[in-house]
């Protein structure tokens, strides 16, 4: 049985790309066949592994200009990896797809007539939130989240969570949440490391073993429109990448299970978060984003309304995170707050 995997962050430069090119190569390298699809108009993917094509060659085209499939996927220079390359005209498929019937499950639906073929598709996603992504998604059984080991990385870790719930929950799509993914670690820098250390123990899902290190030779290969195996099969980056795929193919015996914390302890601890300053009406009730403005706005929402009682889960998921983040944001020392 084939696995769909998206690789997912709505921030940009977190190792997106450099995860799907490395991760799919070192699957073809562990003996499955795979199939990458760079689905982000910033092509990134298709650059870095220098796929060759005609300009009616690309992912966009299969999906919404009649072009064959098997015109679309391409070989690369690793044996049992291909690649279905995507170009700017990606962008366009934006507008395009609002007219579709379906509009959601056009990426799925081209999967699932190659899918048979494959024992990994591997779907890079763009840095953003829209009508692609949501087709990357629903595409997916599962989602890998690179997170990067710097300060600003945790702010995007609810709302990131926040859309897979959407996707679930509004959809109906059981997507699942394989693992955050740590990348440029640098071992040598505390706050690296707070950060890693704080997101193993907060994440409620799988973190992987293995972290990415900070490492030129991955910053490096897309130049020479490589993956890392192919260009420094010794590297620190690239054992880690091999340790990476090594894992995803062993699966998640270790997953941890989520468990939904009491609301009252959750409004306790946000109540007191000095980093939780305002709070926004959301459809399913309040939601509490990480930082600005002022904290007793938090509390007047707390004492004021009661907490729904039909609330769904990803409400005290998110305020969850925000609260848990209180112990990360104290356990730095003063310079690094
Ligand atoms: N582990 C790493 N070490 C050093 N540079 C990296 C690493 N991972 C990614 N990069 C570099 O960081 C930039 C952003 O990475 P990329 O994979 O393109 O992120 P995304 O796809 O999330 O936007 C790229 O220039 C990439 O080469
Ligand atoms: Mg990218």
């Not at 690789?7 to 940009?12: E, S």
């Not at 996927?73 to 379906?102: F, H, M």
């Not at 840095?127 to 990357?136: A, E, H, I, Q």
């Not at 972290?211 to 420094?232: G, T």
């Amino acid at each position: 049985m084939s696995r769909v995997i998206a690789i997912f962050n709505q921030k940009g430069g977190v190792g997106k790309t450099t995860t799907a090119m490395n991760m799919s190569g070192y699957f073809a390298i562990l003996g499955k066949k795979t199939l990458l699809i760079d689905f982000d108009p910033q092509y990134n993917t298709t650059i870095g592994l220098g796929v060759i094509h005609e300009p009616s060659e690309t992912i966009y085209h299969a999906l919404l200009a009649g072009q064959q499939i098997d015109r679309v996927i391409k070989r690369t220079y690793l044996a049992r990896l291909d690649v279905a390359p995507a170009s700017q005209d990606l962008a366009g498929a934006l507008i395009e797809l609002i007219e579709v019937d379906d509009r959601e499950l056009v990426l799925k639906k081209f999967i699932d007539t190659v899918r048979d073929q494959y024992d990994f598709i591997v779907i890079d996603l763009g840095p953003s939130v829209n009508l692609l992504t949501v087709n990357g998604l629903m595409a997916a059984d599962e989602v890998v989240i690179p997170v990067q080991c710097e300060y600003y990385s945790l702010e995007g870790i609810q709302q990131l969570l926040d859309t897979v719930n959407l996707i679930k929950e509004n959809l109906g799509h059981p997507l699942k949440i394989s693992g955050a993914l740590l990348t440029m670690y640098d071992k040598r820098e505390r706050l690296s490391r707070d950060i890693a250390r704080e997101i193993r123990k907060r994440f409620p899902y799988k973190v992987y073993d293995v972290e990415i290190p900070r490492s030129v030779a991955l910053a490096e290969s897309p130049r020479f429109q490589k993956p890392i195996m192919l260009y420094a099969p010794q590297s620190p980056g690239a054992v880690a990448y091999e340790e990476l795929a090594k894992e995803i193919i062993r699966g998640d015996e270790n997953q941890k299970e989520y468990v939904i914390p009491p609301k009252r302890d959750v409004f306790e601890t946000i109540s007191s978060h000095p980093y939780v300053e305002k709070s926004y009406e959301y459809e399913y009730g309040t939601y509490v984003p990480a930082v600005h403005v002022k904290k007793e706005e938090v509390k007047k929402e707390i004492t004021n309304e009661e907490v729904p009682t039909d609330t769904k889960a990803p409400l005290v998921l998110m305020i969850h995170e925000e609260g848990n983040f209180k112990d990360f944001f104290d356990s730095l020392s003063p310079e690094n707050k």
